[in-house]
């Protein structure tokens, strides 16, 4: 039986999402506090892009969304990992007026550092490292481009890894401050990390660096008449490098004194 509760209903980018029917009292909590941990604000819609909805049955966890079901789960915790999995994916796809590029990003004096890669890339070190030694914070996950190639903040908190599992941390927790208007990408950096690496940047091509763009980026193959215009914006005016790199606080250290 569904929890007696009002719909909660949320927007972000242009995409609008409602949680109904729940039949979990943790669930009816928690999905909407994970939504707006991850920047989605209330918002009066007549009908929500996505439609989530929670069962509980002999112990099982159901989510739905539109009526496909996104994940099937006996723990509590992870039926809010996969709706906030889900939630970003989907974000990223429908947002009508951005492109969303798996990213790293910090500010730094009036411009962009963006550190393209997926998860395990080891992005979110060398963002945390920026972000202690000043630079700005606009994302650990995503690279929000308008149609200028501007970058907007999507500064959730960091998914700082620890043994066994992921911790959410709060930019101020780090001691540094969220960025708070779009910027101009200065800087793509293509890194990996690897032990005992030295960092030796190479200026790459713009070609290079817009490769490196779409590789990252959710919507490409879906819509890359909307993508490819804006990545091209992000690249034109941006220096580009490549390295791999060992440790995170030297070459963060590196980049912030590249520009004197």
């Not at 991850?38 to 002999?58: H, I, K």
């Not at 990003?105 to 080891?122: E, M, N, T, Y």
């Not at 293509?190 to 980026?217: E, H, K």
């Not at 992000?234 to 995170?248: M, N, P, T, Y």
Request: include cysteine; hydrophobic fraction near 45%.
């Amino acid at each position: 039986m569904a929890v007696n509760h009002v719909p909660v209903t949320l927007s972000a980018y242009g995409v609008s999402m409602c949680l109904g029917s729940c039949e979990d009292p943790f669930a009816v909590e928690a999905l909407p506090r994970r939504a707006r941990a991850l920047g989605w604000t209330e918002a009066a819609v007549p009908r929500a892009d996505l439609e989530y909805a929670c069962t509980a049955d002999d112990g099982v966890l159901r989510l739905r969304c539109n009526g496909e079901t996104v994940t099937s789960a006996y723990d509590r915790d992870a039926l809010v990992d996969a709706f906030d999995n889900h939630l970003k994916i989907e974000l990223a796809l429908r947002a009508p007026h951005h492109v969303f590029v798996h990213a790293g990003v910090v500010g730094w004096r009036g411009g962009a550092i963006v550190i393209p890669g997926r998860s395990r890339a080891g992005k979110t070190t060398l963002v945390e490292a920026l972000v202690r030694a000043g630079a700005d914070y606009y994302s650990d996950e995503f690279a929000v481009l308008d149609a200028d190639g501007r970058v907007h903040p999507y500064a959730i908190p960091l998914a700082i890894r620890a043994p066994g599992r992921r911790a959410a941390v709060p930019v101020d927790a780090l001691g540094g401050r969220a960025g708070t208007v779009p910027l101009p990408v200065d800087r793509i950096v293509i890194t990996t990390y690897q032990p005992s690496a030295r960092w030796r940047p190479r200026t790459i091509s713009p070609a290079l660096g817009l490769l490196a763009l779409m590789d990252n980026t959710v919507a490409a193959q879906q819509a890359p008449e909307k993508t490819m215009p804006v990545l091209r914006r992000a690249v034109e005016r941006a220096q580009l490098i490549r390295s791999r790199r060992g440790d995170a606080g030297a070459v963060a250290d590196a980049l912030l004194g590249a520009t004197g």
